[in-house]
């Protein structure tokens, strides 16, 4: 069964300090990978997307990272901001033969206290 | 948010009746996606079109009814025969059903059946 793991459930870090989330998926056939950020009570928007071929990919503070033979990629966030406050959501694509549906984690919701 | 927009933000419904939640996109989109978000689960797809006046079943479409006449709006109408629709629904929108195009995320209607 196609599934992503994510974790920890939550998480909550002191302003400024750096955080690592993780997941791990068992989809197959693997397209690419994806990170959402979701805030409380909104749709969820596009951090990273990931190519099988690709090891690492950053967007500012966020950097994530891909390994396709262990199935697993994790989520760095560096010198966090209270707005980062949110969920975090790992997103696997099995690609076209599954009529390109998306498979979603559950999220890890992260919470930044000053 | 990107250029989709969900109505209304809040719904509530009595047991018993339909309740219709809309979903506009002005990014010229042709794929569209209405997704289902329950608390530490997932997002589940319900159904999803790749064009205009077409539409497919997602995991979870029992319950659920969509319309595609126009490429910027995708309704999705929750029917009483969902025996459990209370949950935050997300519209989604990608240029095209591609297993590497991002999905845009509206803001998401939650709904609360009393």
């Known amino acids: 069964k196609n599934q992503v793991e994510q974790s920890p459930q939550s998480l909550i870090i002191l302003e400024g300090k750096n955080c690592t989330l993780q997941?791990?998926?068992?989809?197959?056939?693997?397209?690419?990978l994806r990170w959402y950020k979701q805030d409380t009570g909104r749709g969820p928007v596009s951090l990273t997307i990931m190519t099988f071929s690709e090891n690492t990919k950053s967007n500012g503070r966020y950097t994530a990272t891909l390994d396709a033979d262990t199935k697993q990629s994790s989520l760095h966030i560096t010198a966090s901001q209270l707005s980062d406050s949110a969920s975090y959501i790992c997103v696997v694509s099995p690609g076209r033969e599954y009529g390109n549906k998306l498979v979603f984690g559950a999220g890890t919701i992260l919470r930044v206290k000053s | 948010d990107g250029g989709i927009t969900q109505s209304p933000k809040y719904l509530f419904r009595k047991e018993g009746q339909n309740v219709t939640l809309s979903c506009e996109q002005n990014l010229n989109h042709d794929a569209m996606y209405w997704y289902r978000q329950d608390p530490g689960q997932g997002l589940r797809l319900i159904y999803y079109?790749?064009?205009?006046?077409?539409?497919q079943k997602g995991d979870i479409a029992e319950g659920y009814s969509v319309s595609r006449e126009k490429k910027e709006s995708f309704p999705l109408t929750v029917t009483s025969a969902q025996k459990n629709p209370t949950a935050f629904y997300l519209c989604?929108?990608?240029?095209?059903?591609?297993?590497?195009?991002?999905?845009?995320f509206g803001p998401g209607t939650r709904l609360t059946v009393l």
């Open positions: 079109s790749q064009i205009v006046n077409d539409f």
């Open positions: 997941c791990n998926y068992t989809v197959s056939p693997f397209s690419n």
């Open positions: 989604a929108s990608s240029i095209s059903s591609g297993s590497y195009n991002e999905q845009f």
